[in-house]
């Protein structure tokens, strides 16, 4: 078994959780990580008008392989309105590079994480869910601010102030692979047996995985570092 989230290993897993889900690799082998442990899902997706979208149709898949509820919640006209993002203007280009470099900041859009885990805690009052969850992981903290430890403190404090009385129990924000690398993560999916050929992580969002922007890098990187065959198709040359 691989090294378990050290944040998170040691407390009862929750009962039921909404798990916001890309179709990228991390918020799938979250999905996967929970499921093993016992947690009743539903997969929660966003379309916020981004470059990749085509990442929901693979949400829409993993979520039919682990038998889950999923919803995909249309943003586009927030999209529309925070262009400057390379994930949401055409008209910027996305970077190549490793993740961690600054040049992946052009591909922040403001308060995103925010903004859908807002819209996944409203979702779990409503359906009396014990707690929402999303993948961010190590890699996130140089570049994305609502991907570090203080976001997640500050907006479990704030969800639990804006829903009192209204939550089930200690209701908990999780983000269990905050301290671990993309190429952990890749271990522990490995051995829960994810289908890691059905996650899309190109923030080109063209057919093939492009091989060169900063999520393929990394996610290049992380089977390599584990002497894992990548299932991953790239453009030919990348």
């Known amino acids: 078994m691989p090294a378990v989230v050290r944040s998170y290993a040691k407390q009862k897993s929750p009962r039921t959780a909404i798990v916001v889900a890309s179709g990228g690799l991390d918020s799938?082998?979250?999905?996967?990580?929970?499921?093993d442990r016992g947690t009743e899902l539903m997969l929660l997706s966003f379309d916020y008008g981004q470059r990749h979208r085509v990442e929901l149709g693979y949400a829409t898949e993993i979520a039919r392989m682990m038998g889950c509820p999923h919803r995909t919640v249309d943003l586009t006209t927030f999209g529309s309105l925070v262009k400057g993002s390379a994930l949401t203007d055409s008209q910027i280009a996305v970077p190549e590079g490793h993740y961690t470099d600054s040049s992946m900041r052009a591909t922040i859009v403001p308060n995103r994480n925010a903004i859908m885990l807002d819209i996944a805690v409203a979702v779990a009052v409503a359906r009396k869910?014990?707690?929402?969850?999303?993948?961010?992981?190590?890699?996130d903290h140089t570049v994305y601010p609502d991907c570090r430890p203080e976001f997640v403190e500050n907006f479990t404090q704030s969800t639990r102030t804006a829903n009192e009385g209204m939550l089930v129990g200690e209701f908990e924000v999780l983000a269990p692979f905050m301290d671990h690398s993309k190429t952990e993560i890749v271990r522990i999916g490995t051995s829960l047996g994810v289908p890691f050929a059905r996650t899309w992580s190109c923030y080109r969002g063209e057919t093939t995985h492009c091989g060169t922007?900063?999520?393929?890098?990394?996610?290049?990187?992380?089977?390599?570092?584990n002497?894992?065959?990548d299932p991953t198709t790239y453009a030919e040359g990348s």
């Open 227 to 229: 002497g894992i065959a």
């Open 28 to 35: 799938t082998v979250l999905a996967y990580w929970l499921a």
């Open 129 to 139: 869910t014990d707690a929402v969850a999303f993948g961010a992981h190590a890699g």
């Open 213 to 225: 922007c900063g999520t393929c890098v990394e996610r290049r990187e992380a089977f390599s570092q």
